[in-house]
């Protein structure tokens, strides 16, 4: 579809939206039952009407999430049109794009996380059980006025329920495919009536996973298990005032790096008649081999305080987190494709064994009496030890205040004024290790055995201050102005040992290439950095009430995300290894710079046929300068994790969804957004200029039904059926490029991600107090990738399968 008729098709369809209100206005005026859920949002740091709000916002309510059985971030993700989400190198890795802005790994998210009125900074927060919900909204659109640097892409509010002032709780249990259970158990109530409420949850989910490793005795390769225990105390000591105590400890043990690698090399598979060497990302059968079991692991600790504190002629709201986030993985390496470990004893013992033992490699690769080619040839991920290993770390503590000072919801005039800070330290560490065969210490640095390694620490301070003013200029016209200036001050310090040396990669030399010996510099100390980055963000907002039953509303900001540091040496490693070998311009940096962006929206809202459908409707348009992508880097150095600036990409869009409530008990929705999106310039890959922004749907769309039908007073049969849509994706800048790499040409014009649906059904019966629910995820069984990460110079791409049909049974209990 070409971008013009998407805008006239939209533009036309919120026209519609105001002409209906006019109909509406006349049509039959009886009593409004059996309306559409009327939702009151917070996500605008105020409440109002989701009807009222100027902006785009999917809101879930308490009824909606249970029925439709939302546990973790892919569930609602999966029903808001316009956001996706990618979660497959490891389980704090949760990539979400919201309108053509992604989150760019090793870096920051692009939307704000908030839980119960505070912001959560880390990347791996969002990574939980969504388990005592309340509501859930999905804001689209930059908030940076609102929330801040990483609120660029829109806002993910969660609103748990607190406990009240009667004793009660929940138990939920769920058994599924592959060895899959959940449990959780939640309790509360009063501990002073009136005065002291207080809360314990815990929850524990299990998988045994769908893929196995046919080399390591069928053992899995996507397996998970985690569980959590949190805490919380509601303190009111007096009528005006409420103190919202909150603790969470957690821990996740799984699996890491389900991928294989997907070849582009038309050249060689032409020469040497092997068409696995040149092949769709889409049509590659999966198969796992390595020798190094995968290991993920994640510890969350948590702990925040809220206050809120009425002063008669405002609100004041006061909040301090504390956030420790531990993560790290181990899995095979990469470097049996480049041969470097052929002399290393354990490699070619494992080589020699697995050939006589007759072992067969998937196309393109065979094994050989040895693994120097011609007689092997390797991909990475293989079953002897020639890969070595990767070891990855990502330590994030964060500490945050915020303080803010709101006027009452009923004022003609509303405002905020507010400060925040935010302190982080960081370590991000990669390494690869010489496996020899038998187990690997989960360090990022061992005597002997490390060959590289990139291993820094980083500490970042933020200051923030912002307001918001907004104004009811008339019974149905009110206009907002949101400000907010943030700075970020982040240094980075150098962990690498400066007496490391590679026995293979670069024999001698030492085992990170940004450790330079000189004679000004006789240890090759990296010297620390330093960078501050600001940004001033606006927002303007108007809405108009064109009838009680329609909604127009248009607004304007500017979206932020910090710059930072990448782990030093990447520049040093891509200039040596890269750029100098092959000849190319990859212009990689140790330093990457900030995001920001400038967006505009136009939207209608409408409710129909007494309240029995809404309407919504938006155009936008988005100009995101040095956009933060990252790039997985593979060749005779290991590996490297970067991420680097696209200088402009333009986006533009559209999205509409309804709710229609056609009887008391069945109810139809659906929704649909496309992005166009266009890189105009790029300095790293200038031949990427045309392509679309990486990690972007053309479009996503949802449509279904539920039915929860009365069979006696007090029970329903309840029904859900959800399809889900996701178009064709590109995740790398180079899409249909032609590149040099290690082996001759590539070409990754086949390295799209290939259009899916996905069906999932929920059957049950529920009562006041309890449920019991069958379901399936991808009840037709639809094959699709997860995530394709192409690795331009390596010559081929690293994907990762999506998961298959899944059945299951679930059982809920309140008291």
Same mark, same amino acid.
């Given at each position: 579809?070409?971008?013009?008729?998407?805008?006239?098709?939209?533009?036309?369809?919120?026209?519609?939206?105001?002409?209906?209100?006019?109909?509406?206005?006349?049509?039959?005026?009886?009593?409004?039952?059996?309306?559409?859920?009327?939702?009151?949002?917070?996500?605008?740091?105020?409440?109002?009407?989701?009807?009222?709000?100027?902006?785009?916002?999917?809101?879930?309510?308490?009824?909606?999430?249970? &029925?439709?059985?939302?546990?973790?971030?892919?569930?609602?993700?999966?029903? %808001?049109?316009?956001?996706?989400?990618?979660?497959?190198?490891?389980?704090?890795?949760?990539?979400?794009?919201?309108?053509?802005?992604?989150?760019?790994?090793?870096?920051?998210?692009?939307?704000?996380?908030?839980?119960?009125?505070?912001?959560?900074?880390?990347?791996?927060?969002?990574?939980?059980?969504?388990?005592?919900?309340?509501?859930?909204?999905? /804001?689209? $659109?930059?908030?940076?006025?609102?929330?801040?640097?990483?609120?660029?892409?829109?806002?993910?509010?969660?609103?748990?329920?607190? #406990?009240?002032?009667?004793?009660?709780?929940?138990?939920?249990?769920?058994?599924?495919?592959?060895?899959?259970?959940?449990?959780?158990?939640?309790?509360?109530? #009063?501990?002073?009536?009136?005065?002291?409420?207080?809360?314990?949850?815990?929850?524990?989910?299990?998988?045994?996973?769908?893929?196995?490793?046919?080399?390591?005795?069928?053992?899995?390769?996507?397996?998970?298990?985690?569980?959590?225990?949190?805490?919380?105390?509601?303190?009111?000591?007096?009528?005006?005032?409420?103190?919202?105590?909150?603790?969470?400890?957690?821990?996740?043990?799984?699996?890491?790096?389900?991928?294989?690698?997907?070849?582009?090399?038309?050249?060689?598979?032409?020469?040497?008649?092997?068409?696995?060497?040149?092949?769709?990302?889409?049509?590659?059968?999966?198969?796992?081999?390595?020798?190094?079991? *995968?290991?993920?692991?994640?510890?969350?600790?948590?702990?925040?305080?809220?206050?809120? &504190?009425?002063?008669?002629?405002?609100?004041?709201?006061?909040?301090?987190?504390?956030?420790?986030?531990?993560?790290?993985?181990?899995?095979?390496?990469?470097?049996?494709?480049?041969?470097?470990?052929?002399?290393? #004893?354990?490699?070619?013992?494992?080589?020699?064994?697995?050939?006589?033992?007759?072992?067969?490699?998937?196309?393109?690769?065979?094994?050989?009496?040895?693994?120097?080619?011609?007689?092997?040839?390797?991909?990475? +991920?293989?079953?002897?030890?020639?890969?070595?290993?990767?070891?990855?770390?990502?330590?994030?503590?964060?500490?945050?205040?915020?303080?803010?000072?709101?006027?009452?919801?009923?004022?003609?005039?509303?405002?905020?004024?507010?400060?925040?800070?935010?302190?982080?330290?960081?370590?991000?560490?990669?390494?690869?290790?010489?496996?020899?065969?038998?187990?690997?210490?989960?360090?990022?640095?061992?005597?002997?055995?490390?060959?590289?390694?990139?291993?820094?620490?980083?500490?970042?301070?933020?200051?923030?201050?912002?307001?918001?003013?907004?104004?009811?200029?008339?019974?149905?016209?009110?206009?907002?102005?949101?400000?907010?200036?943030?700075?970020?001050?982040?240094?980075?310090?150098?962990?690498?040992?400066?007496?490391?040396?590679?026995?293979?990669?670069?024999?001698?030399?030492?085992?990170? *290439?940004?450790?330079?010996?000189?004679?000004?510099?006789?240890?090759?100390?990296?010297?620390?950095?330093?960078?501050?980055?600001?940004?001033?963000?606006?927002?303007?907002?108007?809405?108009?009430?064109?009838? #009680?039953?329609?909604?127009?509303?248009?607004?304007?900001?500017?979206?932020?995300?910090?710059?930072?540091?990448?782990?030093?040496?990447?520049?040093?490693?891509?200039?040596?290894?890269?750029?100098?070998?092959?000849?190319?311009?990859?212009?990689?940096?140790?330093? +990457?710079?900030?995001?920001?962006?400038?967006?505009?929206?136009?939207?209608?809202?409408?409710?129909?046929?007494?309240?029995?459908?809404?309407?919504?409707?938006?155009?936008?348009?988005?100009?995101?300068?040095?956009?933060?992508?990252?790039?997985?880097?593979?060749?005779?150095?290991?590996? /490297?994790?970067?991420?680097?600036?696209?200088?402009?990409?333009?986006?533009?869009?559209?999205?509409?969804?309804?709710?229609?409530?056609?009887?008391?008990?069945?109810?139809?929705?659906?929704?649909?957004?496309?992005?166009?999106?266009?890189?105009?310039?790029?300095?790293?890959?200038?031949?990427?200029?045309?392509?679309?922004? *990486?990690?972007?749907?053309?479009?996503?769309?949802?449509?279904?039904?539920?039915?929860?039908?009365?069979?006696?007073?007090?029970?329903?049969?309840?029904?859900?059926?959800?399809?889900?849509? %996701?178009?064709?994706?590109?995740?790398?800048?180079?899409?249909?490029?032609?590149?040099?790499?290690?082996?001759?040409?590539?070409?990754?014009?086949?390295?799209?991600?290939?259009?899916?649906?996905?069906?999932?059904?929920?059957?049950?019966?529920?009562?006041?107090?309890?449920?019991?629910?069958?379901?399936?995820?991808?009840?037709?069984?639809?094959?699709?990738?997860?995530?394709?990460?192409?690795?331009?110079?390596? $010559?081929?791409?690293?994907?990762?399968? $999506?998961?298959?049909?899944?059945?299951?049974?679930?059982?809920?209990? &309140?008291?």
């Amino acid at each position: 579809m070409r971008k013009s008729d998407l805008l006239q098709g939209v533009f036309s369809g919120a026209l519609l939206l105001l002409g209906a209100g006019a109909w509406a206005q006349t049509a039959d005026s009886a009593p409004k039952t059996g309306a559409v859920e009327e939702i009151v949002v917070t996500s605008r740091q105020l409440k109002e009407r989701l009807q009222d709000a100027p902006a785009s916002i999917t809101a879930f309510s308490e009824a909606t999430l249970e &029925r439709a059985g939302v546990e973790r971030a892919t569930d609602f993700i999966a029903m %808001t049109p316009g956001v996706s989400l990618v979660q497959t190198v490891e389980v704090g890795d949760a990539q979400v794009n919201i309108r053509g802005i992604n989150g760019a790994r090793d870096a920051e998210n692009s939307f704000a996380y908030i839980v119960d009125g505070i912001l959560l900074t880390n990347p791996g927060a969002v990574n939980r059980e969504y388990t005592n919900l309340e509501q859930l909204e999905v /804001l689209k $659109g930059p908030q940076g006025a609102i929330y801040g640097r990483n609120a660029e892409a829109g806002a993910i509010v969660v609103t748990t329920r607190a #406990p009240g002032d009667l004793m009660e709780g929940l138990v939920k249990a769920t058994a599924g495919s592959y060895s899959a259970y959940s449990l959780v158990g939640t309790v509360g109530g #009063p501990v002073i009536p009136g005065v002291l409420d207080a809360q314990f949850s815990a929850d524990r989910r299990y998988s045994n996973g769908e893929f196995s490793n046919s080399y390591l005795n069928g053992k899995d390769v996507d397996r998970f298990s985690d569980f959590d225990f949190s805490g919380r105390v509601i303190w009111k000591p007096n009528s005006d005032t409420r103190v919202d105590v909150k603790a969470r400890y957690g821990k996740v043990n799984a699996a890491a790096l389900d991928f294989n690698a997907v070849f582009a090399l038309p050249g060689l598979a032409s020469a040497f008649g092997v068409p696995a060497l040149y092949q769709n990302v889409n049509d590659h059968p999966f198969v796992f081999q390595n020798n190094v079991e *995968p290991l993920n692991r994640q510890e969350t600790a948590e702990t925040s305080v809220k206050i809120d &504190r009425d002063l008669s002629f405002a609100t004041l709201s006061a909040w301090f987190l504390f956030s420790d986030v531990r993560n790290s993985f181990l899995a095979d390496g990469t470097s049996g494709a480049f041969g470097f470990f052929d002399t290393q #004893p354990a490699c070619i013992a494992s080589t020699a064994k697995l050939f006589a033992a007759g072992f067969k490699l998937p196309s393109p690769q065979y094994i050989g009496p040895s693994p120097v080619y011609p007689n092997s040839f390797f991909g990475p +991920y293989t079953p002897t030890t020639c890969d070595g290993y990767q070891y990855q770390v990502r330590n994030q503590r964060d500490e945050s205040t915020e303080f803010r000072l709101s006027s009452k919801n009923d004022d003609k005039l509303h405002w905020q004024l507010g400060v925040y800070y935010l302190h982080i330290d960081r370590e991000v560490g990669v390494s690869t290790g010489i496996d020899s065969g038998g187990p690997i210490a989960q360090s990022l640095y061992v005597p002997g055995v490390t060959e590289q390694l990139l291993d820094d620490a980083y500490t970042s301070n933020i200051y923030a201050g912002f307001g918001r003013a907004s104004y009811d200029v008339t019974q149905d016209l009110s206009a907002s102005l949101a400000f907010r200036y943030d700075q970020e001050n982040r240094s980075v310090h150098n962990l690498v040992p400066l007496d490391a040396v590679s026995q293979y990669i670069t024999p001698g030399q030492p085992i990170n *290439p940004g450790i330079v010996r000189t004679a000004a510099n006789p240890t090759g100390a990296i010297p620390d950095k330093s960078a501050s980055f600001d940004q001033p963000e606006p927002k303007i907002d108007v809405t108009w009430k064109v009838t #009680p039953e329609v909604t127009a509303y248009a607004n304007w900001g500017i979206g932020f995300k910090a710059g930072g540091f990448n782990s030093t040496g990447s520049a040093a490693t891509v200039n040596s290894f890269i750029n100098g070998y092959l000849g190319t311009h990859v212009a990689i940096s140790d330093e +990457y710079k900030k995001e920001w962006s400038s967006a505009f929206e136009i939207g209608a809202k409408a409710k129909l046929w007494n309240d029995r459908i809404t309407l919504t409707g938006a155009l936008y348009e988005n100009a995101v300068h040095d956009m933060q992508f990252f790039e997985f880097f593979v060749g005779p150095f290991g590996l /490297l994790r970067v991420d680097e600036n696209i200088d402009l990409v333009t986006i533009h869009g559209g999205e509409v969804a309804t709710n229609i409530r056609v009887t008391d008990w069945l109810s139809l929705y659906g929704g649909f957004n496309q992005t166009d999106s266009r890189i105009d310039k790029n300095y790293v890959r200038p031949e990427s200029v045309g392509n679309k922004s *990486p990690y972007t749907p053309d479009y996503t769309a949802t449509a279904g039904l539920q039915i929860v039908k009365a069979v006696r007073d007090d029970l329903n049969v309840i029904g859900r059926l959800d399809e889900n849509f %996701t178009g064709p994706t590109w995740f790398h800048v180079d899409q249909n490029q032609t590149r040099p790499t290690y082996f001759g040409t590539a070409d990754y014009s086949q390295t799209r991600r290939a259009a899916f649906a996905l069906m999932d059904l929920r059957l049950g019966v529920e009562a006041a107090n309890w449920s019991l629910t069958g379901y399936s995820r991808n009840l037709l069984d639809k094959k699709f990738l997860a995530e394709v990460i192409p690795a331009v110079e390596f $010559g081929g791409s690293f994907a990762a399968p $999506g998961e298959g049909r899944v059945f299951g049974v679930e059982g809920r209990y &309140r008291f």
